[in-house]
């Protein structure tokens, strides 16, 4: 387009060209530069990325907000024990029993649940909401039945959220990774097995699945969902109506 402009540009009319020049080498940039978040503008995208123990969420979920921007983890509250080099508010934000129940009780939680058959998990509502406001993507590492309790609420249902499953290669492969870490007795390994398997079976529920045969592969299609949700043409009406509910 460059080199047609040009020939038609009579004398005189250099600086026109320089312009255009110019021009077409902002937008170039701008387009590198920005290539999530500027198919859409106002109320950022709220992602939950759920799947089995052991699938590698975490890894993905730390690269993925690395690498991106505009786009902020919400660290979820746990009651379990920190594991050996996880932080308070980074890893997840450790309660006892009592902290939970009281904000339970006060209505602070979007969700909250019982996992693995002993431990409370649960996604603080304010955090979310802020950032969604000032146009932030916001990624949640979630298990299914938060999953589902998000989406039953009117405003988070698709587009207010989007539901990403990620799954292992394979059965055999998901056993050596959880065996691998060396962090569960056999009765807790057991447990997660199992909660494996029925989490698994829901996989139907989401928008998108995404399998962790490969760090880098998974880590560019999470990036690849995360585009097409921002280029994604809801109607402005529509996505109005789901924020005010």
Known sequence: MTEFFYHEAHEGHEELLLFFSLFVFFVSFVVKERAVGECSVGRGKFFLVAGPAGVGKTTLLSRL????????KAVSVTTRKPRLGE?????????DE?????????GEFLEHAVVHGARHYG???????????RGMDVVKDIDVQGVEQIRRMARYRYP????????PPSKEELFQRLTGRASEDSQSLAV????AEEEMNRVGEYDYVVVNDSLEHALQMLKAIRIAEHCRNVPVAVASAGARE
């Open 65 to 72: 907000v690395a690498e991106e921007r505009g786009l902020v």
């Open 87 to 95: 932080v308070d508010g980074v890893s997840y934000h450790f309660w």
């Open 98 to 106: 009592q902290r939970f129940q009281d904000a339970v009780n006060r």
């Open 123 to 133: 996604t603080l509502a304010k955090f979310v909401e802020e950032q969604l406001d």
């Open 160 to 167: 207010g959220s989007v539901a990403i499953f990620i799954m």
């Open 192 to 195: 997660r097995l199992k909660t």
